[in-house]
Structures are given as C-alpha cells and as structure tokens.
C-alpha cells in the first residue's frame, strides 16, 4: 500500500514538473482577451441572426408546402367527382337498382370504341409524363380533367359487374387505407426512397401476370396479382405522398408549382383507383 502511495506521489511530481517546465508568460494579456470577447459575441449574434432567418425560411417553406398538399387533394377530389359523373352516364337505372347500359353504355362497352376509352387514359398518362415540361399550367390542368373523366367513363362497367354494396364498401375501404398510408408517408421521419425499386419491379411483375392471365384465365392468378396488387399500391401511396412532399421543399415558380400540384394529384389518383380496382377484385361482390 505505501509502496503504491509512494508511486501516486512519483507521478504527481512528476507530472507537475512537467506543467512548471513549460514556458509560462510573464504576464496576462486582458487586451488580447477583450478582443477574442468582443469575437466571440460578434460571432454569436451572427449565428443567431442566421438561425433566425432559417427558421422564417422553415416556416415560409413548411406554409408553401400545406398549400400545394391542398391544391392535390382538391384535384383529386374533383377528379373522383368527375370520374362518378362520367361512368353514370352509360348505367341505365331503375327502382330495382342498376339493369344494364344505357345508349352511351353501349356505345362505351359494346363497341370498338371501348378499345379507345380503355386506351385512351394510358395514352393520356404517357403524354402529361413526357411533355409535363412543355406545357403550361393551365392545359397540364385541362388534360388532367380529360384524363379524369376517360377513366371514369372506363371503369364505369364495374357498376354492371358487381353490386352497388359492394362498390360502397370497397371504396370507404380504400378511402381509409389510402388516407392512412398517405398520412403515414407524410409524418415518418424514415427514408422511404428504398421502396421504390422494390415496389416498381412489383408493379412490372403483376402487370405482365395480368397480361397472361387474359389467356391463361386463372383464378389463383387472378387472386394473386390482386393480393400482391393491394400491398404494391398500398406502399406506393406512402412512397409517392413522401415523394411529393419532399419534392415541395424546392423553391419554384408558381408556374412550375402548379404543373407540380397537377402531377402529384396525377400520382396519387393512379394510385387510389388502382388500389380501388384490387380490392374490388378481391372483396366485390358480383352480380
């Protein structure tokens, strides 16, 4: 124990010979100190400045993106109006419910020219995707409604093919599904960039199935590109809700900003009626 004291009291020494060995001043320079002060403050004041003119520019930046997220959901609630108005117009109604087509119905289904309302939406998607950027705001606006009410008058035969209780409780489903996973894809603080890959070679994968299944015609197909159909465009809605979110932190024109809105609204249509469709197949009821 004395032998361990003795060697503490050594390495005291000499760690203090050391610190006295060093060259020490000679005196104190509070001039030299007072300016590194007058630095220091200087400095912080202009940090501080800086952090406030961020923190406005957050604020200016996080209002500009509540504004866009509104102008999405208003077109995507007008286009899901227009998309009802136009398919009811081929659905002949009576008391006893829907009982077929109406002149227009068979124009739109019992004709060649249900190729071309069929095709014309994906035409439509393919034109605002590759020339969004020559267009202005307001055609990319006029087109999206064109595009609107094709696809409603495309998906209109659904009302035929299965009951109006079914459709009903398949669409509350995927209104409360989409609602959740958009919110989710907004809040999380995870990356989701990761899942796009994932979820587009998904979408590539169940997209050639369908193809085949048109001559394969089978039912465990059918089943099984409509299940793994609800979890692709389940997790697209949160990937392309984060996507556009983080795209609205960009400081655009207004010009730009609307073609933005116009397409984002474009995104998550795709996304809701697609998400609509597999579940109808999954849980609708025929007729």
């Known amino acids: 124990m004395k032998f361990k004291k003795i060697l503490f009291a050594l390495f005291l020494l000499i760690f203090t010979a050391t610190n006295l060995s060093a060259?020490?001043?000679?005196?104190?320079?509070?001039?030299k100190i007072l300016n590194e002060s007058i630095a220091g403050k200087k400095a912080q004041n202009e940090?501080?400045?800086?952090?406030?003119?961020?923190?406005?520019?957050?604020?200016?930046?996080?209002?500009?993106?509540?504004?866009?997220?509104?102008?999405?959901?208003?077109?995507?609630?007008?286009?899901?109006?227009?998309?009802?108005?136009?398919?009811?117009?081929g659905i002949q109604v009576s008391q006893a419910g829907i009982t077929g087509t109406t002149a227009i119905g068979d124009l739109i289904f019992k004709s060649g020219f249900a190729w071309v309302v069929a095709?014309?939406?994906?035409?439509?998607?393919?034109?605002?995707s590759f020339g969004i950027n020559k267009m202005s705001a307001a055609k990319a606006q006029t087109v999206f409604w064109i595009f609107a009410a094709l696809m409603g008058a495309s998906l209109a035969s659904i009302f035929v093919m299965y009951t109006g209780a079914s459709i009903a409780r398949v669409f509350f489903i995927t209104a409360g599904t989409f609602g959740a996973m958009s919110l989710y894809g907004y809040t999380t603080k995870k990356d989701l960039t990761g899942w796009g890959s994932f979820l587009l070679m998904g979408l590539i994968g169940i997209l050639i199935a369908s193809l085949v299944n048109i001559f394969l015609k089978s039912p465990a197909i059918y089943f099984a590109v409509s299940v793994i159909g609800v979890l692709i465009f389940v997790g697209l809605t949160a990937y392309d809700t984060q996507k556009i979110k983080n795209m609205y932190y960009e400081s655009d024109s207004s010009e730009v900003s609307s073609k933005k809105a116009v397409m984002g609204a474009l995104t998550l249509y795709l996304d809701f009626i697609n998400l609509f469709i597999m579940l109808l197949r999954l849980f609708g009821q025929r007729r």
């Open 23 to 31: 060259e020490t001043p000679h005196f104190i320079d509070f001039q």
């Open 47 to 89: 940090l501080k400045s800086r952090l406030d003119q961020n923190i406005k520019k957050l604020n200016s930046t996080q209002k500009d993106l509540q504004e866009q997220e509104k102008k999405i959901i208003q077109q995507k609630k007008l286009s899901l109006l227009l998309f009802k108005l136009s398919g009811g117009e």
């Open 119 to 128: 095709l014309a939406p994906l035409g439509i998607v393919f034109y605002m």
